[in-house]
């Protein structure tokens, strides 16, 4: 089958790799469209350490079954499915009691690090175990089908906070999760919501996904605006959605006495911490990794017009443009948001 292979920092080539196998609980799936994560991106340039070459990356995606293993009960062949991209074993702790984000092993598809090496999904087929593939709604296309990965991050976010109707509540980073938190919180009935980032075009989108406020971080007086906002009290929740130092200084100061801060950007390894004012202001801050069961949720919202992912989405390329689009998104193309890849394969493995 033909597959995107990273093969060095930065190098991406079009190669013919074997089909995967199947085994007795799997099922092998014909991949019809595959989203370009950021993470993919930060893989490519081999800053995260996380896909270290040779790797097919990918993991938001959408297919169909073209093979199913002999222990497989829940799907046959032609059934359109999507599936996490976190493979949990189903059996630990964690996953009995539902968190299977935190699984005591956990792989994610694409992903090849010191601890193990499983291949993704910018390929013609990939191999999955059945526990995680999710049947799609026949009104959803594969296109969209791909951004339910990301539309569970923001779901899961919201989760943990878990918003009491009203809430008022804080973006911070207008991304691709950003926007996708936006709606999250707005189908889940907070109050004011306002959204921060220093693009203005992500900000004018933000707007119009349901945030009743924007702000530009660039703004000397960003909290007292937030705050002002707010009553002079500050965010009931705040969710942030870079991951760099500033920004959740930010989250910080701009979360009310007693709110939640929930961490969800994930790029810098380490960040100060003003502890006292988490202390003496009771503040919880709680971590938002993945996602952990949420998928049918999700798709139920997408498929019922909840969350619109149709507006996220760039551009749709074949998988042999690839590595332009790496390239693009490596540069930070003003505008460009979600690249979905699709491979061209019939299903004939």
Request: contains cysteine.
């Amino acid at each position: 089958m033909k597959a995107l292979l990273l093969v060095d920092k930065e190098q991406l080539q079009m190669a013919e790799v074997a089909v995967p196998e199947i085994f007795a609980g799997e099922l092998l799936v014909c991949v019809k469209a595959c989203g370009i994560c950021g993470s993919d991106v930060h893989g490519y340039d081999g800053s995260t350490g996380r896909r270290i070459p040779p790797i097919v990356m990918g993991h938001e995606a959408a297919g169909v079954v073209e093979r199913v293993g002999a222990d497989v009960r829940r799907f046959k062949p032609g059934d359109r499915i999507t599936f996490d991209s976190t493979v949990s074993c189903g059996t630990c702790a964690y996953c009995r009691a539902g968190r299977i984000n935190l699984c005591d092993h956990r792989r994610v598809l694409g992903v090849s690090c010191a601890e193990y090496r499983r291949h993704g999904c910018f390929a013609e087929f990939v191999a999955i175990p059945e526990h995680i593939a999710y049947r799609l709604p026949d009104s959803l296309s594969f296109e969209h089908a791909a951004m339910v990965e990301a539309v569970s991050i923001a779901l899961h976010a919201v989760h943990r906070a878990a918003p009491v109707l009203g809430d008022s509540a804080l973006v911070i980073g207008a991304g691709m999760i950003g926007q996708l938190l936006v709606q999250a919180l707005r189908a889940s009935g907070c109050g004011m919501l306002i959204a921060v980032d220093l693009d203005d075009t992500r900000l004018a989108r933000a707007r119009q996904f349901g945030a009743d406020y924007t702000l530009n971080a660039k703004s000397a007086n960003l909290i007292e605006a937030i705050k002002s906002l707010t009553g002079g009290a500050g965010a009931q929740l705040v969710f942030e959605a870079v991951g760099a130092n500033e920004s959740i200084s930010a989250a910080i100061a701009s979360v009310r006495k007693g709110g939640t801060v929930t961490l969800v950007g994930n790029v810098s390894p380490r960040v100060d911490l003003p502890l006292q004012s988490v202390v003496t202001r009771e503040l919880t801050l709680l971590g938002s990794c993945a996602s952990s069961g949420e998928y049918p949720a999700c798709l139920d919202l997408m498929a019922r017009g909840r969350i619109d992912v149709q507006s996220l989405i760039s551009a749709v390329a074949p998988l042999e443009q690839g590595p332009q689009w790496f390239s693009r998104l490596h540069a930070h193309e003003p505008g460009l948001m979600k690249v979905i890849l699709t491979p061209s394969s019939e299903g004939s493995a």
